[in-house]
């Protein structure tokens, strides 16, 4: 225990995640190489901001009608006339191209008498929006432009009844919306993130995969299974020391935090630490390309950078395009970053996924989670188009879901977790998570944010 | 067991034909040609003037959208799958039977 620090000084033996990623012989971003931890104190997280009914129905009023959140991504809505239902607890949202191919967004109700105009997370195509109850019709632009035995409605007209305008914005390829009309533009509440992702077209990517799954933990502590790597050596490699990887902890203003953490580089804590042949042998084993030798690493050259070179390669020639000018750390290294409250994107190369994680309005006990894996498109050639979701229940395993490798496995460990917690909060005499000031400050970041729109619960 | 044979489409051309009792919406999509029964199984409009986008079919009216392949829907709107017709093709012509396909 370093007791003589002050709170939030101490740091894992060894070097850093940025000193690590110097060694390599590629230069990486300048983001990487950024410090941004703060202490943000150490009291206990209360466990009834997971599982009191009166908290989560506080976090629907007062969080989510006001903060941005990823509805879909530009490609599900490519055409006039696509849409996307984007469901929220009790909110739902209408995401649709236009015919002059703009995005708008609608909330998803009828003006008549109030009947959804389309199904919970439905997504689909149409000429105009029409009501099933009694054949109100919208245009794609949210006009009314038909109510049938309009004798009847001399009260109504396209100025008063058209369809209600949320706001709507993209970034990166994603499509965000946000239901408070006179919130901060989608570009403030980004933050950090354009800045920090310059190096990385993710505009230019596509869906490969869409999992979306009922988890059995509150939506908080789903996000809080994927913010730090601490789990990683006890929960996915049977305490293994081989697997602790080197991270960096960094929390902006407002809305993001990020982790990266290294792949195969040497860990100063291993009592006997492996060579770079070793290192590179790991590596290996993982890539699935077992018909190939492992190379033999050079004198005075790094596992990292020969593996980086493998993979650069090979996933080129796998999506058609040139990846040479990425660096190893862009490569290999597990990126991470999330905006506040509900968004997961991993720009590497390496780790294609984004997540996305919602309340259960029904029971603050579940949540759900849309993990989905973006790849880079090839220059000139149409993507396909985004997979239909492959929608699990709590006890499906991932293992079952097409197009998640050896992820799949990894995940079911994760959501083992999450159910043995849901039933700990409830036991635990203690009243409240602890959490370290170093490797889970992101948690304390989200729980900050959380209070910063539903206030204090005493 | 009724059988129609007609000349195959233009690939993104559909056509609506009788086989037997049944109004059917055939159609070619990317190459693949697909018959359905030509009635949406939410309020019984016929289908033919959908979208067609990625293997699905809209109903123009409310948008239940159908698997052209299986016929089943989409959604919440209706539970009941459309009726699909078995279709084989051979030099040009393409056979649509009624048989449980």
Request: hydrophobic fraction near 35%; glycine fraction near 8%; include cysteine.
């Amino acid at each position: 225990m370093a007791e003589s620090l002050k709170p939030g000084a101490g740091r894992a033996p060894g070097h850093t995640y940025q000193e690590a990623i110097l060694k390599d012989s590629s230069k990486p971003p300048e983001a990487f190489l950024d410090y941004s931890y703060e202490f943000m104190g150490d009291q206990d997280i209360p466990y009834r901001h997971y599982t009191s009914k009166d908290y989560a129905a506080r976090e629907m009023e007062n969080l989510w009608p006001h903060v941005w959140q990823m509805a879909c991504r530009e490609e599900h809505i490519a055409e006039p006339g696509d849409y996307q239902v984007y469901d929220i607890g009790h909110l739902s949202a209408i995401v649709t191209r236009t015919e002059s191919m703009e995005i708008k967004a609608y909330v998803n109700a009828c003006m008549h008498r109030g009947t959804a105009l389309k199904p919970p997370g439905d997504n689909g195509f149409c000429q105009s929006f029409r009501c099933p109850f009694h054949g109100w019709i919208y245009s794609l632009d949210g006009e009314l432009v038909e109510v049938p035995e309009s004798w009847d409605f001399p009260h109504v007209g396209a100025e008063t009844h058209s369809l209600r305008e949320i706001l709507v914005d993209t970034w990166a390829g994603f499509v965000f919306v946000n239901f408070d009309r006179e919130s901060e533009p989608l570009d403030q509440f980004l933050g950090v993130l354009p800045e920090h992702f310059k190096d990385f077209d993710i505009g230019n990517r596509y869906i490969e995969t869409h999992v979306c799954k009922r988890l059995p933990v509150n939506w908080k502590a789903a996000e809080e299974a994927f913010m730090e790597a601490y789990h990683v050596k006890e929960t996915h490699a049977g305490g293994r020391d081989f697997s602790e990887p080197v991270t960096t902890y960094d929390v902006y203003p407002l809305n993001v935090s990020r982790f990266i953490h290294t792949v195969g580089s040497v860990n100063p804590r291993m009592p006997v630490p492996p060579t770079e042949q070793e290192l590179l042998s790991a590596m290996w084993g993982r890539r699935g390309a077992n018909d190939q030798a492992c190379p033999t690493v050079p004198d005075g050259v790094t596992a990292r950078d020969v593996y980086a070179e493998v993979v650069k390669k090979s996933l080129g020639e796998q999506y058609g395009q040139d990846f040479s000018h990425y660096s190893t750390a862009q490569t290999l290294d597990s990126i991470e970053y999330f905006l506040f409250p509900n968004f997961f994107i991993f720009p590497g190369l390496s780790l294609p996924m984004a997540y996305r994680f919602r309340p259960d309005p029904s029971d603050p006990d579940y949540s759900y989670f849309d993990l989905y894996f973006l790849r880079p498109s090839q220059p000139g050639v149409t993507p396909p188009p985004p997979p239909e979701p492959i929608m699990l229940d709590v006890k499906d395993s991932y293992t079952l879901a097409e197009g998640l490798g050896f992820l799949g496995a990894v995940y079911d460990q994760d959501t083992d977790n999450m159910a043995a917690q849901t039933r700990g909060f409830k036991t635990c005499a203690k009243g409240g998570q602890t959490l370290g000031n170093y490797q889970e400050v992101r948690i304390r970041h989200l729980h900050s944010r959380v209070q910063d729109y539903v206030g204090d619960d005493q | 067991m009724t059988t129609l044979e007609m000349l195959a489409l233009a690939p993104d051309q559909r056509e609506v034909v009788t086989v037997g009792d049944s109004c059917v919406l055939v159609c070619n999509v990317g190459g693949v040609h697909y018959a359905v029964e030509n009635r949406c199984t939410h309020q019984e409009t016929t289908l033919h003037e959908g979208r067609i986008r990625h293997g699905f079919i809209a109903c123009p009216l409310h948008g239940v959208r159908f698997d052209l392949k299986t016929g089943e829907p989409k959604g919440d709107l209706t539970r009941i799958p459309l009726r699909t017709f078995s279709v084989t093709e051979e030099d040009g012509t393409l056979t649509i039977s009624d048989a449980e396909s």
